[in-house]
DNA sequence: TATCCTTTGAAGGAA
DNA sequence: TTCCTTCAAAGGATA
């Protein structure tokens, strides 16, 4: 078993090693979800055959240049460890025509440090000037085509806010609004009237869109329901997209923001603030408890900061994100001003930051670096067990 | 039944 | 100006 360089289709995580892979195995499907990266099983060069548990996830050929081994075992046929009953590959990932990548972040120009990249660096305002300064005019369902691109099956998608995107969905229009009574005593609607009224909900941002397109297609790859799972592995995506498709999205939010403008111009995203003030009994503080809001919730700047699940996602971004300084465990290593300055000066500017947050953060990228160590040794011990 | 979880981005308030 | 909090979607899990 070894680690392959290459990514995960399905959570998008990198992988680490580089060991010309023939066949490998993701474990994002698993209870447990990937720690660094996804882990793989890797048969001897140009074999294939079955995969030793319990790494019964997805299965990835990573030679798409070439057809598919003929071998009556692979695709391999894995045995779902609940049923005990075989059940086939979760991802169509087999290999695609000669030329082909299966899946838009499998390219050859995706490489770590594409992963690595900072985030998207436009504003709301870095399309100022590509479209019209009023879209007065414009549907909110239309015309078609406004708001589609060739990612988008979708052309002029209805509002989240007006239509109502699924369960959840609680926003309408003002039109819709003043309907709903008769939506719902026709019963089109099971939400309960009380619950619709006067709720405008905030705009749908980039990676909402984003999220909105994807899940379904990351559902049906993975069969995953868990939302919380598929969040990650769309955050994962998220990152590992191509700037210019990153930058349709972030037109499409701002395209809807101008529209969510124009129907509410007195909206307020406060407004909804005091709506569900009943909610969020307490976000998780820090295990030391009381540590302060800075730890709890969507502190480290609202996301991707120490969140419970950055120690088990590794490589999304979770791990060394974030001010460490925060540490409750950490005596010494309190950031001082409690500015975080990683998140004040970037990974680039170390040098600014404070004594206490980078050596914290030197720990944690040698945390992550003996975990990683500890995996390949658990790795290569097994090796040894069962040499290939 | 209500809230949490989990993600990123945007908005708004506090310092 | 910077930081923090809240909310937007989603649906299973949990209290």
New binding site residues.
């Given amino acids: 078993m070894v680690l392959l360089d290459s990514m995960c289709s399905t959570c998008s995580s990198l992988l680490l090693d580089k060991m010309a892979p023939a066949l490998s195995i993701c474990s994002c499907l698993f209870p447990e979800p990937c720690t660094i990266g996804c882990v793989l099983d890797l048969l001897p060069a140009g074999k294939f055959g079955m995969v030793q548990p319990p790494y019964h996830g997805l299965v990835m050929y990573n030679d798409f240049t070439q057809p598919p081994p003929a071998h009556k075992g692979y695709p391999p046929v894995y045995t779902d460890p609940k049923t005990g009953l075989p059940r086939p590959p979760m991802y169509a990932a087999y290999p695609a025509p000669p030329g082909q990548f299966p899946h838009p972040l499998y390219s050859p120009e995706f490489t770590s440090a594409s992963w690595h990249r900072p ?2 660096p ?3 305002g ?1 399309f100022a000037g590509s479209f019209p300064p009023s879209l007065s005019s414009l549907s909110r369902y239309g015309p078609p085509g406004l708001l589609s691109h060739p990612g988008l099956g979708h052309p002029g998608i209805p509002h ?2 007006s239509l ?8 309408m229009s003002p039109q819709l609004l003043s309907d709903s009574h008769h939506s719902n005593s026709s019963g089109h609607s099971t939400e309960p009237p009380q619950k619709k009224k006067n ?10 869109l984003f ?2 397109e994807q ?1 379904p297609k990351v ?1 049906a790859e993975c069969t995953l ?8 592995i ?3 995506r ?2 590992a997209l191509d700037r210019s498709e ?1 930058a349709k ?2 037109e499409m ?2 395209k809807e ?1 101008e529209l969510h403008l124009q129907l509410y111009p007195g ?4 407004d ?13 503080d820090g295990p030391g408890g009381g540590g ?14 120490l ?4 120690g088990v ?1 590794g490589m ?3 791990g060394s ?1 974030g ?1 460490l300084s ?1 540490e409750p465990e950490n005596k010494s290593g309190e950031c001082p001003n ?4 990683r ?3 970037g990974i680039e500017q170390q040098s600014r930051w404070c004594k206490p947050c980078r050596s914290l953060h030197e720990k944690s990228d040698q945390a992550m670096v003996d975990t990683d160590q500890k995996h390949f040794l658990l790795v290569k011990t097994k090796e040894e067990v069962h040499p290939l």
């Fill in positions: 985030g998207y436009l504003t709301s870095a989240h806010a109502g995107a699924g369960p959840k969905s609680e926003l709720h405008i909900k905030k705009p749908l941002n980039a990676f909402m999220m909105k899940r559902i329901r868990e939302s919380s799972a598929i969040n990650q769309l955050g994962r998220w990152h990153q999205y972030y939010a701002r923001k909206w307020s995203a406060r909804n603030y005091a709506a569900h003030q009943k909610k969020k009994k307490r976000k998780k302060g809001s800075s730890m709890g919730g969507a502190g480290m700047g609202g996301h991707g900061g969140s419970p699940m950055s996602s999304s971004g979770g994100m001010c925060m409690e500015k975080k300055c998140a004040r000066y």
